[in-house]
């Protein structure tokens, strides 16, 4: 039957098949490509997804231990691995938070300045029946292991803090809540943060830790100072947590281990500090 179409027409389908021919192999090719694309960006995600936090060992570095101290390095010891798995978790959780180096300001330099303040505590309690321990501090820094190492940064959540220091025990940066909790990532530009005054709280500092107790006094203010800035320098960064948890939350952590420091300055001249200190660990915004 095609004999009898005239010439025009034949040629006419002919292009028309070839057309179509092409359309359908730029189709084919169209999503084979595409299937690269999605591959590659579950590869990414799966590749920020494996990322952990890894820390030194603790329990090999140390000397042999009084057997009056085990029961309270044991303690701490046990701790320095809860504070790695909370901020493992965390890590795990806070995918696409913050700026470049929300990592290292809301996880490691927390993360840091806990293990300072434990590190500290295990080198005392040794350190009281026997020879302590030197050199425990640097062993507190942890790094980004797997994935991309996207931490980004530089230390400055952490690099106010003294040697001798860390952030507490206990709960990790993202702990309380409170009315800080709302204020977001976009606080309006007239919040600040305040905490509780812990200088009017302290009495009875005995004279051979009088030095130490007034440094950490005015670590505290500085790390408000500190806090304040980045407060009024982050307007729209990260989600609607992102106060709490790369700045209130940290901040918190740097002030439960500084009034540790306090409170461990007092137990070395065999006093005991004023009780309810670490209740004054929390900040909140307030509007101006």
Do not use: W, Y
């Amino acid at each position: 039957m095609s004999r009898g179409l005239p010439l025009l027409h034949r040629r006419r389908i002919l292009v028309s098949g070839a057309i179509g021919g092409i359309t359908c192999a730029a189709v084919v090719v169209g999503a084979a490509m595409a299937d690269q694309d999605d591959g590659s960006g579950d590869a990414n995600a799966s590749t920020k997804a494996a990322q952990t936090i890894s820390c030194p060992a603790v329990a090999g570095s140390l000397p042999e231990i009084p057997a009056e101290a085990q029961a309270e390095v044991d303690r701490n010891l046990a701790l320095l691995d809860t504070q790695l798995a909370e901020a493992n978790k965390r890590l795990s959780t806070s995918q696409g938070e913050g700026g470049p180096n929300f990592v290292q300001n809301a996880i490691l330099g927390p993360l840091a300045d806990k293990r300072k303040s434990t590190l500290d505590r295990i080198a005392i309690s040794i350190g009281r029946r026997a020879e302590k321990p030197a050199g425990l501090d640097a062993l507190a820094e942890c790094t980004l292991s797997g994935g991309e190492a996207d931490s980004g940064a530089t230390p400055t959540a952490a690099a106010s803090e003294p040697a001798g220091g860390g952030a507490e025990q206990g709960s990790g940066a993202e702990q309380g809540g409170g009315a800080e909790q709302g204020g977001g990532a976009d606080a309006g530009s007239g919040q600040t943060i305040s905490c509780p005054d812990v200088a009017s709280k302290i009495s009875g500092v005995p004279a051979a830790a009088q030095a130490e107790v007034d440094r950490n006094i005015a670590l505290l203010q500085t790390q408000l100072d500190e806090a304040n800035k980045r407060l009024s320098t982050s307007q729209g960064e990260g989600g609607p947590n992102f106060v709490q948890n790369a700045i209130l939350g940290p901040l918190k952590d740097k002030r439960a281990s500084t009034i540790d420091r306090i409170e461990l300055s007092f137990s070395r001249q065999g006093s005991t500090a004023p009780s309810g200190l670490d209740a004054l660990a929390g900040c909140s915004l307030t509007s101006g």
